[in-house]
């Protein structure tokens, strides 16, 4: 992370990169050797490192089954692995047999089970879910190679702690339902895995396992057991979750931040890819500030802009869940505009200017529109923002849409019940016209003493096309009006790129380009869609 910007730069365009946290997955390679190391030396400091030479073997035999994750260029987490052929007679409970000792010359390539080496996390990097990136991405490569399953033979450094008190069985059946913690086996179960049985002397020099591991499966339902059958995902879910936030007078922005985290937090324990937050839902930061006028006031808000950033970038990353993060005055040579961030996952961020003010906006706040329609580029594919009042005009969703946009959503904050339809029937008109899924979040609550933003009506919702094979009233999960809440729900993108090609209508395909189109001005020239 770099230095926090000073409230004085907030008048100039503010750079993202200095709140980025550039997070990566990737394969490891040998140049990671004395990161891995220093990990081991951290997480294991009475057990012997690896050695290069294990590390070269394990990389010469099956590069593809071991990663690393980096954080702002700097390795913080590793997992190792193996293919075997499934057998129940092999020797699961003996580690440096089935590991080799750590050479993996066991390793078979054709192999239909993926036996788990290690994973390690740096302690300081502890509680961002890296575990939970390494574990996925042995999953994708499972079923990209259509493996079976995956084993593990997981520590239980917690029982230590209890051991004179319980047996390792007891220990484990109450980590398994959540009166205990374990550090280890706790996330284990979270990943997925199922507990097939308790194998003592694993690792004897283990101390705090007392020796003991637990055997895990977990299993790949996208597994073909036949070799000659071409494999192919029949669904591609992602999760989405709407954030419809109660507004609340704060005393300062820990207040504030405190009650973003928790949305974020429970996002990330329902492992949603995408986090969406209503339009200027930090509004409610003028509440701790002194009583101006609306656009001074809109631009004082501005000035909380850098905690802004940090706090959600920080956020994304820690609770690996992408967040739109509903939208917030920023001031940008001297001009005032309503910007919607992008806060990806591997600590990424991009923006979105609202395109169309109201005349609300303009007659309170002197908010200036952007002039550029984006698509952004995610690990679920390609979406759109559009912020409120955007999704009433349908040739922004149109240029969207040309862009391969599957998913858009929309912020609001909205004060009346009319307000919020304007956005409601607007948005499912565009799911409808464009094969996509709109999600909408709103706020609820009040704000007195806060002008232009004193009350508040939504009603959060996922919305899908209107077809046979999505749900029976195109709403795929809703609010209850005016309650503060999170709704969840799992779209396939599969589902519609079937949709769109094989519908009972093609409204993409069916367009009248020979009437009509939609001409977009881009810095690059001028685009008919």
Same mark, same amino acid.
């Given at each position: ?137 042995? *999953?994708? $490569? ?5 493996? @079976?399953? #995956?084993?593990? !033979?997981?520590?239980?450094? =917690?029982?230590?702690? /209890? ?14 339902? *959540?009166? $205990? ?5 706790? @996330?284990? #179960?979270?990943? !997925?895995?199922?507990?097939? =049985?308790?194998?003592? /002397? ?328």
């Amino acid at each position: 992370m770099q230095d926090e910007v000073s409230a004085s730069e907030l008048t100039d365009e503010i750079d993202l990169s200095q709140f980025e946290w550039n997070l990566i997955v990737r394969p490891t390679r040998i140049e990671d050797y004395p990161a891995l190391v220093r990990i081991q030396n951290k997480c294991f400091p009475e057990m012997e490192t690896w050695t290069r030479q294990q590390i070269e073997s394990q990389l010469s035999r099956f590069p593809e089954g071991q990663f690393v994750v980096e954080c702002d260029g700097e390795v913080v987490a590793s997992s190792s692995s193996l293919l075997v052929n499934f057998d129940d007679n092999l020797e699961w409970h003996n580690w440096m047999k089935m590991a080799d000792g750590g050479f993996i010359r066991s390793h078979a390539p054709d192999g239909d089970t993926m036996y788990g080496i290690e994973i390690m996390v740096d302690p300081e990097f502890r509680g961002m879910r890296l575990s939970r990136r390494l574990y996925q991405a042995r *999953k994708d $490569l499972c079923r990209q190679r259509n493996i @079976a399953r #995956i084993i593990i !033979g997981g520590r239980i450094p =917690g029982y230590h702690k /209890n051991a004179d008190t319980m047996s390792a069985r007891e220990y484990v059946e109450r980590v398994i339902d *959540k009166s $205990l913690y374990d550090p280890v086996l706790t @996330a284990q #179960i979270a990943n !997925g895995f199922a507990l097939q =049985g308790l194998i003592p /002397n694993y690792l004897p020099s283990d101390q705090e396992s007392c020796g003991y591991a637990t055997f895990l499966e977990w299993k790949n339902l996208d597994y073909s057991a036949v070799p000659s059958r071409r494999f192919r995902r029949s669904v591609e879910l992602v999760r989405i979750g709407a954030v419809q936030y109660q507004m609340r007078a704060v005393k300062d922005f820990d207040e504030f931040a405190k009650q973003a985290r928790y949305f974020v937090d429970v996002a990330g324990d329902y492992k949603c890819d995408f986090l969406l937050f209503p339009e200027l839902f930090t509004l409610q930061l003028l509440s701790c500030l002194p009583s101006q006028r609306p656009g001074s006031a809109a631009r004082a808000l501005s000035e909380f802009t850098p905690q802004y950033l940090e706090l959600f970038a920080e956020m994304a990353v820690s609770f690996d869940t992408n967040i739109i993060g509903g939208s917030h005055f920023v001031v940008e040579d001297d001009t005032l505009y309503n910007i919607s961030y992008l806060f990806r996952r591997d600590g990424s961020i991009e923006k979105q200017y609202k395109l169309h003010i109201t005349p609300s906006e303009r007659r309170w706040w002197g908010v200036a529109g952007g002039d550029k329609v984006e698509v952004f580029q995610t690990d679920c594919g390609p979406i759109s923002i559009q912020v409120c009042y955007d999704c009433q005009f349908p040739e922004v969703s149109r240029i969207a849409a040309e862009q391969g946009a599957n998913l858009v959503f929309v912020p609001f904050n909205t004060d009346t019940q009319l307000g919020y339809l304007r956005v409601r029937l607007c948005a499912q008109a565009r799911a409808v016209e464009n094969h996509f899924y709109v999600a909408i979040a709103g706020c609820t609550g009040n704000l007195p003493f806060v002008e232009n933003a004193d009350i508040h009506y939504a009603q959060s919702a996922i919305f899908t096309p209107a077809d046979v094979t999505f749900a029976r009233d195109a709403i795929g999960a809703e609010a209850n009006p005016n309650v503060e809440m999170v709704v969840i729900h799992d779209v396939d993108l599969e589902l519609l790129r079937r949709h769109r090609e094989q519908g009972s209508v093609t409204n993409w395909h069916d367009r009248r380009r020979d009437l009509y189109g939609v001409r977009y001005q881009t810095p690059q020239g001028t685009r008919d869609i």
